[in-house]
Structure formats: structure tokens, C-alpha cells
């Protein structure tokens, strides 16, 4: 069974190398230090009332920020070019992210989507992993996606694509 049915219960598995079981608890813990450290909850309600869309421009978006980065919600990293898709950025609310803005994936922005009232658009090519995962998973348990993505990337990595 590959590491994408052993947190979803699917049948669908990517043609990565699976984390063991061990790599996976490690990954947990990892998770957990990191959403602490960043100061991020990984609650996306927590950003939505002041959630704002930067378009896409030199004028809107520094050169100097570069993809991929953390969601400030997830704290998972998210891949997009910023200056041709813009950027969905929320107050950050806790630790580092006090006083200043935090860029939001597109999972975060997806499940607002979904269990909120409003509606954010998702530009073509914003975080387009996140996109794709959205498409094929519930949204019931963030954190368990958030595991997926971190393990998907590192499995990338590691694999060289």
C-alpha cells in the first residue's frame, strides 16, 4: 500500500518513493516544531478576516520574493510565481508573523472556499501542487494533508524531479 492510501485510504499513489513509518513520525514531529516556530496556526479561519489578494505586477510584488515559501497558515511550502499569479496574504497573527503579512496557499485558500461564506479566487498557476492535491483529497483533516505535501516535495527532492 503506497504512503498516499496509508493517510487517505486511496487508491491513487504517485510514482515516488513512500516515507517509511518511522520518516512519517519523524515528519510529525518536525511538522508540529516548525507551525510553532513560524508562529503559524494551521487553522485557516484564523486568517480569512484579513485575508487580501496582492495582484501580480513588479509594482506589487518585490523581486526578492522568491517560491517557494511557507504558508503562513500550513507552514507547508508552496511553490508559485508570485509576480505572475499574485499572492493571497493574510495579518500574521502569532510569534514571527506578528506585524506583518503572510503568504496563503492554496489548500488554505481552497478550504476557506469551501467551508466559508466568501469566495477567493485561485489564479491560474498558484501553488499548483496544492491545486492538484485539493482536487484529489478531502480537506477534512489539514493536518494530514499538510503531511502529504511535506512528504510529496521531500520525496521529489529526493528522487532528483
Known sequence: ?????????SPKQPELPAPTPAQLAELARDYEAVL?????SGKP???AL???YVPPGPENIPANFKSPFLCGCCAV???LEARKCGLWVAKGLRASQVGRLVPVCAVCITYLNRHRSGQFTLPKGYDPVGQSLVERFPLDDLKRLALTRIAFVQAKVRSGR
Open 36 to 40: 510553532l516556530d513560524e508562529g503559524a
Open 1 to 9: 500500500m503506497g504512503w498516499f492510501s496509508n493517510l487517505f485510504g
Open 45 to 47: 479561519e484564523d486568517y
Open 50 to 52: 484579513s485575508l487580501t
Open 77 to 79: 511550502p508552496t511553490f
